[in-house]
């Protein structure tokens, strides 16, 4: 639990990878969680219903995407939305996303 | 040829699948083709390393996700960017996609 876990720089990112990221409703729920609280959340801390395995499936893709950033704290995990990468390289991707009517 | 080709309503439109639709780096490629002709194009138009079943099947999905409109013209198919639907449903979404680096 404390290893850093591997994460792509800002200019290794890929499009295709984000869309694929993103494409799948409980990673979408996931990234809104992440966007409406504003701050880096314990990885059990977003109401899934889904088992903890499938959860760490889901925050890998993401995390492997460029989509959120993971860092260890004590024995936990906490989970931020790369806004600024995904701002900077795809200026109103995430803001469209997050606009989409439900 | 002649038969109009179903397409969801605006309303109808949901972004997961537009995010899946654009996912793939051949989609992505007849979308930024698509929005750099900025007309309705013929779908044979873009040049492309894939066969004509692949062709039509890579549009089907942009089809039936809301990102391109297909219509007959004569013996052929015209295909244009539905710009204004996709840009009311999640602002800057397409910007944001189209300005990624390649």
Same mark, same amino acid.
């Given at each position: 639990?404390?290893?850093?876990? %591997?994460?792509? =720089?800002?200019?290794?990112?890929?499009?295709?990878?984000?869309?694929? &990221?993103? &494409?799948? %409703?409980? !990673?979408?729920?996931? /990234?809104?969680?992440?966007?409406?609280?504003?701050?880096?959340?314990?990885?059990?801390?977003?109401?899934? %219903?889904?088992?903890?395995?499938? @959860?760490?499936?889901?925050?890998?893709?993401? @995390? =492997?995407? #460029?989509? /959120? @950033?993971?860092?260890?704290? #004590?024995?936990?995990?906490?989970?931020?939305?790369?806004?600024?990468? +995904?701002?900077? +390289?795809?200026? #109103?991707?995430?803001?469209? /996303?997050?606009?989409? %009517? !439900?």
């Amino acid at each position: 639990m404390g290893q850093d876990l %591997p994460h792509p =720089e800002r200019a290794e990112i890929r499009i295709e990878a984000v869309l694929a &990221a993103l &494409a799948d %409703p409980m !990673r979408l729920h996931m /990234v809104r969680e992440l966007a409406r609280l504003d701050t880096g959340v314990a990885c059990g801390s977003i109401d899934l %219903p889904i088992s903890k395995s499938t @959860r760490t499936h889901h925050l890998r893709i993401l @995390r =492997e995407a #460029g989509v /959120v @950033r993971i860092r260890p704290e #004590g024995t936990s995990r906490i989970t931020t939305l790369r806004r600024d990468d +995904l701002n900077a +390289l795809f200026p #109103g991707l995430l803001d469209g /996303v997050l606009a989409a %009517p !439900r």
